[in-house]
């Protein structure tokens, strides 16, 4: 239903393509993987559905290349990830530091 209300809802044609699969529409769970790629080229989650889909119909070369496609994108996902916890811890630092100034104040 979402992917009809807005056909360009990413998340839905994922979604979607995996309840194909599911079902055994494997044809169409690939058509809407590839068209989610075309939308969105840099979907690590995309890329990683299409590897497991070539698993799945016995295409393991085909597999590996959507496999590693995925991988920059997920490993610039966990870089973004650790900068954001290095950058809230210190902000909780320095945080802490300024209260325990005013306390002393």
């Known amino acids: 239903r979402a992917f009809e209300l807005r056909p360009d809802f990413t998340e839905s044609l994922l979604n979607l393509s995996a309840a194909e699969d599911e079902s055994g529409q494997t044809d169409s769970a690939f058509a809407h993987t590839r068209l989610l790629l075309r939308l969105r080229p840099g979907y690590a989650a995309a890329w990683y559905a299409l590897g497991n889909l070539y698993v799945r119909v016995d295409r393991p070369d085909s597999a590996v ?8 994108f997920t490993v610039l996902a966990v870089r973004v990830c650790q900068f954001l916890i290095r950058w809230a811890s210190s902000r909780m630092t320095r945080s802490r530091r300024q209260a325990v100034i005013a306390a002393k104040s």
Request: charged share 25%; no cysteine; net charge neutral.
């Open 65 to 72: 290349v959507a496999y590693r496609e995925s991988i920059p």
